[in-house]
């Protein structure tokens, strides 16, 4: 039997305790309702953006999507295979759980990038869109740069940059891990 960490660079985390492999961009982070709770905000101006935030499409328009519920968390992934599908030095993702996210006009096709993921994008434009996990089921990550604001959604960490770009300099002082977060 093939070891899919050899046969994948390396590229995948085995969890402790199940022996199972993942080769995601992060997982668990702040709940966003959660910290919208926290703290003074305008409850009516953080549930507006919220509703703006969990819009989106690809670049002709022909697909749109919507989230309902709270993301699980954002991060801003370095892999080699995001930059690859993306044509982008790294891409901010964000978790939502796999029945959050409808689809109102059009559909993803699947690409299968490699053993259990699959990264949805446009067929007309080519927008990338979506990446799951076979082993995160409930699960599915969207670009967030296809948001209708992405600006609210930033990462809330980087993950993969043994695989980061050398000229991309960040100083966000954001949580950084080597390979994804688990
Ligand atoms: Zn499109
Ligand atoms: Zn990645």
Redesign the pocket.
């Known amino acids: 039997m093939i070891d899919p960490v050899e046969a994948h660079g390396g590229r995948y985390e085995r969890q402790q305790g199940d022996g199972a492999f993942y080769s995601r961009h992060a997982r668990i982070f702040v709940c966003c309702k959660a910290r919208a709770r926290d703290g003074a905000r305008n409850d009516a101006e953080a549930r507006a953006k919220e509703v703006a935030m969990l819009k989106g499409?690809?670049?002709?328009?022909?697909?749109r999507y919507e989230i309902k519920g709270a993301p699980i968390g954002t991060t801003a992934c370095h892999c080699v295979d995001c930059r690859r599908a993306s044509g982008a030095p790294f891409v901010g993702w964000m978790s939502v759980a796999r029945d959050a996210l409808r689809f109102v006009a059009?559909a993803t096709r699947i690409y299968v990038s490699s053993v259990g993921v699959e990264r949805g994008f446009?067929?007309?434009?080519?927008?990338p869109l979506t990446y799951r996990s076979a082993a995160f089921a409930d699960e599915i990550d969207i670009a967030t740069g296809t948001l209708d604001e992405p600006g609210n959604a930033p990462p809330q960490e980087h993950t993969w940059t043994s695989q980061q770009l050398d000229w991309v300099r960040l100083a966000d002082g954001l949580p950084r891990y080597p390979r994804s977060r688990i």
């Open positions: 499409g690809c670049l002709c328009g022909k697909i059009g446009c067929p007309e434009c080519g927008t």
